[in-house]
């Protein structure tokens, strides 16, 4: 069974820093993607980044270039969203996806079938 459980979310200053974790069970990353998305209250989710296990690829929406940085640690099949220099419009519940192949340069959500419950990060002085 595809599991994925996010961790890592919180409350955080403006200029301030989260790393968000995704682990996966039931299944190996070698042959699948996994996206990052979030959704802030009233408005769609939206993709934010995303690993390519098969070439090692990763892409990110404009809005976070610069600031994200996604990676995976093989050993523990997880996929981390290091987070830096957070925003009060970064504030969403962050999800996670698995894709059965690589990466689009467009991060959508059609293109991804198992998804985590989310967890909350909140971006507040």
């Known amino acids: 069974q595809v599991q994925l459980v996010e961790s890592g979310g919180g409350l955080v200053q403006p200029g301030g820093s989260l790393r968000l974790s995704c682990a996966a069970s039931g299944f190996g990353l070698d042959y699948y993607a996994i996206g990052w998305f979030r959704q802030a209250p009233g408005k769609e989710r939206e993709g934010v980044s995303c690993f390519s296990s098969s070439d090692g690829g990763t892409y990110y929406a404009d809005s976070v270039k610069g600031r994200f940085s996604i990676s995976r640690d093989n050993a523990k099949n997880t996929v981390y969203l290091q987070m830096n220099s957070l925003k009060p419009e970064d504030t969403a519940v962050y999800y996670c996806?698995?894709?059965?192949?690589?990466?689009?340069?467009?991060?959508?959500?059609?293109?991804?079938?198992?998804w985590g419950q989310g967890t909350q990060v909140t971006v507040s002085s």
């Open positions: 996806a698995a894709r059965y192949s690589g990466c689009r340069a467009k991060i959508r959500l059609a293109d991804f079938g198992s």
